[in-house]
């Protein structure tokens, strides 16, 4: 498939057939890891009557967090591995089928297992996610009007998995049991494989070659190095099963977190100082650190979804509809109809703001965006109080709370994402990418040690938590919001472009 080819082709709602690939083989792949992942804290913090781990609050909820963090940081080796090594095609299939033996792994009936399964999701997804994205893109020439409205066509398929994933391992796991629910995430994954294969020759030119390939000596070195990786991964798993090493999940995520951190702080000190930047470039990437700062602290309090949020709606909330118990994992499918319902509304916000003349900075929109999403846990402050005293709340505090969440969720993510094209340095703009994408890793596993101070035999503590987290996000949203009156002459051009 050529790109004027590509660029005529209308096979899919008149975008190109290609699409149809890549938007069911994402929709499937969501459904597997939002599916598994609605389980995760729950599974670990069950206990052994009920078939879970009966890990502590803080240890299961410093596990998510790595884990969720891991997945976006393996992204930067993937998206490595596709452009020099596999290209995206072998690389997103290749991921899919490690996605789908660790969703089997998981549905082993064996504890000893767990932490196997959840590394192989993890790297599989890592493998996937960066690349399929990135192939969405090179379906269309550079100057084809459509690219815009076929990422929103995608993002709808990603948001549709989700609402599959929650839906079907929640009611698996209802019903059925644990092991039931991770074996669907599976079941998942491997349709989609099946309709990644069948439809390959949508895409027969789009990622089949890396597009900056190694040469075959430096590749076998390459090579070399990533299995000497996974026999390190594999030797640590190896240890601490047979009980030579002992780790503490919550030491650890602390030491990630840190580490991240200085990695992100690093090279992005590294660009700003040794990239020979121009001067309005340098205002520029000003601007965009304090949308990397108000994204970090976005997504530590916006993945309490599967931690803190998911344990509140298993203990805390009244899911009785008659004779019907809703699943716990079906309280953040809201989130996902939220978006659904809402994206076309914010989509025309900014349109319809810019032709009034008013443009706020990307700084200022990310700052709302953050304000919004705290706002909620204002929503779980009242919420909690309730279930200190004792009593089941209504389903309708944490909906709120989830919506909530969703706005701040769209006034924050897409702008980010549109920022850091607009102002990085356009000879980094893919490192800069990557830069971003750590936020996104320090923020979630910042959520997991938040969510660790969630402790279920000091009820009493909950209230202050959320209020915690509230006003932090809000104080740092205030803070951006102010520099991002400064922002805005930072941002110069690119911004009156953007708008």
């Known amino acids: 498939m050529s790109s004027q080819d590509t660029h005529l082709d209308t096979g899919f709602f008149g975008h190109p057939k290609g699409l149809s690939t890549l938007f069911f083989t994402e929709m499937w792949e969501r459904m597997s890891y939002y599916g598994m992942r609605a389980l995760l804290v729950l599974f670990m913090t069950a206990s052994l009557q009920e078939e879970g781990l ?33 290209g995206g095609q072998r ?16 549905a082993i009936p064996a504890h000893e297992t ?17 690349n399929i994205s990135a192939m969405v893109g090179q379906l269309y020439r550079d100057e084809d009007e459509r690219r815009d409205g076929g990422y929103a066509l995608y993002y709808m398929g990603i948001n549709l998995g989700s609402v599959l994933g929650y839906t079907i391992c929640g009611y698996f796991m209802e019903n ?43 590749a076998r070195k390459a090579w070399s190095v990533i299995g000497a990786v996974v026999a390190v991964v594999a030797g640590v798993v190896a240890l601490t099963y047979s009980g030579l090493i002992t780790i503490n999940p919550v030491v650890v995520a602390q030491y990630v977190a840190v580490a ?3 990695i992100f702080f690093a090279y992005y000190g590294f660009i700003y100082f040794a990239g020979e930047l121009e001067h309005d470039e340098k205002r520029k990437m000003w601007a965009l ?76 929109k990310c700052a709302i965006g953050l304000v919004i999403m705290a706002s909620g846990f204002i929503v779980m402050f009242f919420a909690a109080q309730y279930a200190a005293q004792g009593l089941k709340v209504a389903p309708m505090w944490l909906v709120t709370t989830y919506f909530l969440h969703t706005v701040g969720e769209l006034c924050l993510s897409p702008v980010a ?56 996000c809000i104080g740092v949203g205030i803070l951006v919001g102010l520099f991002g009156l400064r922002a805005k002459v930072w941002e110069g051009q690119g911004q009156q472009q953007a708008a």
């Not at 767990?114 to 960066?130: D, E, N, Q, S, Y």
């Not at 629910?181 to 890396?210: C, E, K, S």
């Not at 599967?306 to 909330?317: P, V």
């Open 417 to 472: 994402l549109s920022a850091v094209s607009k102002l990085s340095p356009k000879r980094f703009a893919g490192q800069m990418m990557g830069v971003f994408v750590l936020t996104y890793s320090i923020g979630n596993i910042i959520s997991g040690l938040l969510a660790g101070n969630f402790d279920p035999n000091n009820v009493e503590q909950m209230p202050n938590l959320y209020l915690q987290i509230s006003l932090f």
């Open 54 to 86: 009966e890990f502590t609050v803080a240890a299961a909820a410093a596990i998510y967090g790595l884990y969720t963090g891991a997945v976006y940081f393996l992204g930067l080796p993937g998206g490595w591995i596709a452009d020099r090594l596999l």
């Open 114 to 130: 767990f932490f196997i399964g959840l590394i192989l999701v993890a790297a599989g997804t890592g493998l996937l996610k960066p």
């Open 289 to 364: 650190f304090l949308v990397c700062v108000a994204s970090a602290c976005f997504w530590s309090g916006f993945e309490q979804a599967g931690s803190s949020l998911n344990l509140f709606a298993r203990d805390y909330t009244d899911r009785l509809i008659g004779d019907f118990s809703i699943p716990t994992a079906w309280f953040q499918s809201t989130n996902s109809f939220f978006i659904i319902i809402l994206s076309p509304f914010f989509a025309a916000l900014w349109i319809n703001l810019a032709k009034r003349m008013i443009s706020p900075s990307y700084t200022v």
């Open 176 to 218: 059925l049991g644990w092991h039931w629910a991770f074996g669907a995430a599976a079941v998942g994954m491997g349709v989609g494989l099946i309709q990644y294969r069948h439809t390959l020759g949508n895409i027969a030119q789009v990622g089949d070659q890396p597009s900056n390939p190694l040469s075959a000596e430096k």
């Open 260 to 262: 991240f951190t200085l």
């Open 91 to 106: 690389t997103v299939w290749y991921g899919g089928i490690i996605i789908m033996c660790g969703h089997i792994v998981l």
